[in-house]
C-alpha cells in the first residue's frame, strides 16, 4: 500500500494518513470477490464489503455495530441470510492482533460453498457409480434406468434406457455405441420381437398401481447371435426430484 504517513508527521497529518488508509484499505477489500467482514474486540460489525452484503442480506450501514452472529448466521453448516435464504458456507475467522499481540478484533472471509459442496458430492457419486459398476460386472448382473416423464413412460418406439453392463453381459462391444445425456444406443432390435410389448405392458401396469414392482422374463440377443432369456426387475427411485424406474437384468433360473 502507499505510505500514507511517516515518522514525524504531526497529529493533523498521522490522523489524515490514518484516515486515508482506511479509505485506501476499504476500497481494496470492497473489490474481492468473497465477503469481508471485520468485527471489533467486543465481536460486533465495524467493516463488510459488498459480497459479504450480498451473502447476508445485511446492507454496511445497518450491520455496523450488530452481534457478528447476527449478522453472520449459520444453522448446520449453512449461512442463513436475513431474508431467510440458506446457502453452504465456507468461512475463514482469522484474529486481528495489536503491535503485542493481543487480539482487538477478527476478520471473517466468507464465501458461498455450493459449488464447491456441488464439486465434492459429484466427486463422490462419481467414485460410487464406479464401485457400482465393478461388482455388477463381478456378478454378471446389468442394471437399468429410465426417466420418466410425469410418471409416465416416455412417448416414443424407443425408450431411452441408460444400462450399465447389460449389453456387455451377453457378450457386445459397447465401445462404438453412442452416448446422449448419459443414455447408450438402447438397441431395441437386441430385444425379442416378442417380448417388446411385453416389458411396455409390465410397466405400465406397475405405474398404474396393478402390481408391486416390475417382474417379467424376457429375451435379449446375445452376441453369439442366440436369445437369451434374462429377469428384468425394477421399481420407482427418485434422485433430485426426477421420479425414474430402475432394476436390475439377470440371468432367468
Not at 455496523?64 to 446457502?87: F, K, N
Amino acid at each position: 500500500p502507499p505510505l500514507l504517513c511517516r515518522a514525524g508527521d504531526g497529529p493533523k497529518r498521522l490522523e489524515e494518513g490514518l484516515h486515508a488508509s482506511r479509505r485506501y484499505f476499504g476500497v481494496l477489500l470492497a473489490s474481492i470477490e468473497d465477503g469481508v467482514v471485520v468485527a471489533d474486540d467486543a465481536d460486533r460489525v465495524t467493516f463488510m464489503n459488498r459480497a459479504a452484503e450480498a451473502l447476508t442480506g445485511w446492507a454496511e450501514s445497518t450491520a455496523v455495530g450488530q452481534p457478528y452472529a447476527s449478522v453472520v448466521t449459520t444453522m448446520d453448516g449453512m449461512l442463513v441470510s436475513r431474508q431467510g435464504r440458506r446457502v453452504p458456507l465456507d468461512e475463514q475467522r482469522s484474529a486481528l492482533l495489536d503491535d503485542v499481540g493481543i487480539a482487538n478484533g477478527a476478520v471473517s472471509v466468507i464465501r458461498d460453498a455450493t459449488e464447491q459442496r456441488d464439486a465434492a458430492r459429484a466427486e463422490g457419486l462419481a467414485l460410487m457409480n464406479e464401485r457400482l459398476e465393478l461388482a455388477l460386472r463381478g456378478l454378471n448382473v446389468g442394471m437399468w434406468i429410465l426417466s420418466l416423464e410425469n410418471g409416465q413412460l416416455p412417448v416414443g418406439d424407443v425408450l431411452p434406457v441408460h444400462t450399465v453392463n447389460m449389453w456387455e453381459s451377453l457378450g457386445w462391444n459397447t465401445s462404438d455405441d453412442i452416448v446422449v445425456d448419459e443414455v447408450r444406443t438402447p438397441h431395441p432390435e437386441r430385444v425379442h420381437p416378442e417380448d417388446r410389448p411385453k416389458i411396455a405392458v409390465a410397466a405400465m401396469a406397475y405405474l398404474d398401481g396393478k402390481s408391486d414392482s416390475i417382474e417379467i422374463e424376457a429375451r435379449y440377443l446375445h452376441a453369439d447371435g442366440n436369445w437369451r432369456s434374462l429377469l428384468v426387475r425394477g421399481g420407482l427411485t427418485a434422485a433430485d426430484a426426477q421420479l425414474s424406474c430402475a432394476g436390475t437384468y439377470a440371468g432367468a433360473a
